[in-house]
């Protein structure tokens, strides 16, 4: 599948989704405008390569293979879903596809390196992405694990969607500094694109790309809530 029809895949079910929030019970966290990071990992992920996405993973899922299906009854809340309803739309895992994601921002960062230390133990040539928001960076633990993993040498690449909000709060608010000078200085190799990361990762170097991205809308959705009460 190309990068364009991968992009217009991922569109086409959030707009479905979106067009249907009066069946939708739980948080929703849309990834249109952030298409571009997960059609260049559709391209570059290996099938035996592992994924730990953020509370905003459908075009990650789907960047690893996952069944539009599934993920679809997931969030209707149906026990033909992913993970028979419980997860909904945030904390979603596919263990067929090392593929998991967490509603905790920053939450998985810990287990993505546990998981490449594994592999880099157990000799495997897989390599291990974690991805999250620019206020998953805002996490302690996101540079204690970036700390450990240039220390070990893990095959892992660490890849920020930077859409410059956390809610309603902007990036300059909350961070005094960029985020690759930072990732420099704690030793991660710094790619200008999402493939040249996973390469780096591949070659047992641990590696950071920043993707400046823009959300179209950055929306929790709940039919439950009035529409006064939606974020936006």
């Given at each position: 599948?190309?990068?364009?029809?991968?992009?217009?895949?991922?569109?086409?079910?959030?707009?479905?989704?979106?067009?249907?929030?009066?069946?939708?019970?739980?948080?929703?966290?849309?990834?249109?405008?952030?298409?571009?990071?997960?059609?260049?990992?559709?391209?570059?992920?290996?099938?035996?390569?592992?994924?730990?996405?953020?509370?905003?993973?459908?075009?990650?899922?789907?960047?690893?293979?996952?069944?539009?299906?599934k993920l679809w009854d997931e969030i209707m809340g149906l026990e033909s879903g992913l993970n028979?309803?419980?997860?909904?739309?945030?904390?979603?895992?596919?263990?067929?596809?090392?593929?998991?994601?967490?509603?905790?921002?920053?939450?998985?960062?810990?287990?993505?390196?546990?998981?490449?230390?594994?592999?880099?133990?157990?000799?495997?040539?897989?390599?291990?992405?974690?991805?999250?928001?620019?206020?998953?960076?805002e996490a302690g633990v996101y540079w204690e694990t970036a700390n450990w993993a240039v220390l070990n040498n893990l095959p892992m690449a660490?890849?920020?969607?930077?859409?410059?909000?956390?809610?309603?709060?902007?990036?300059?608010?909350?961070?005094?500094?960029?985020?690759?000078?930072?990732?420099?200085?704690?030793?991660?190799?710094?790619?200008?694109?999402?493939?040249?990361?996973?390469?780096?990762?591949?070659?047992?170097?641990?590696?950071?790309?920043?993707?400046?991205?823009?959300?179209?809308?950055?929306?929790?959705?709940?039919?439950?809530?009035?529409?006064?009460?939606?974020?936006?």
């Amino acid at each position: 599948m190309s990068k364009e029809a991968f992009v217009n895949r991922v569109r086409a079910f959030e707009h479905r989704l979106l067009d249907s929030m009066k069946d939708v019970f739980v948080p929703v966290h849309l990834s249109l405008g952030q298409e571009g990071v997960a059609a260049d990992l559709h391209e570059y992920l290996k099938p035996d390569d592992w994924l730990f996405s953020t509370h905003r993973n459908h075009a990650h899922y789907f960047a690893k293979g996952g069944s539009e299906q599934k993920l679809w009854d997931e969030i209707m809340g149906l026990e033909s879903g992913l993970n028979q309803g419980f997860a909904g739309s945030q904390g979603i895992s596919d263990k067929s596809i090392n593929c998991h994601a967490s509603a905790i921002v920053g939450g998985l960062v810990g287990a993505a390196a546990g998981t490449a230390y594994a592999l880099k133990m157990n000799k495997s040539k897989a390599i291990v992405v974690s991805i999250v928001g620019d206020a998953g960076t805002e996490a302690g633990v996101y540079w204690e694990t970036a700390n450990w993993a240039v220390l070990n040498n893990l095959p892992m690449a660490f890849i920020v969607e930077n859409n410059g909000m956390s809610v309603d709060s902007p990036i300059g608010e909350r961070q005094a500094t960029p985020l690759i000078p930072r990732a420099a200085a704690f030793g991660l190799r710094i790619s200008g694109t999402v493939q040249g990361a996973l390469q780096m990762a591949r070659s047992g170097r641990p590696s950071f790309h920043e993707a400046k991205v823009k959300l179209e809308g950055h929306h929790i959705y709940m039919a439950s809530m009035m529409p006064s009460e939606v974020i936006a």
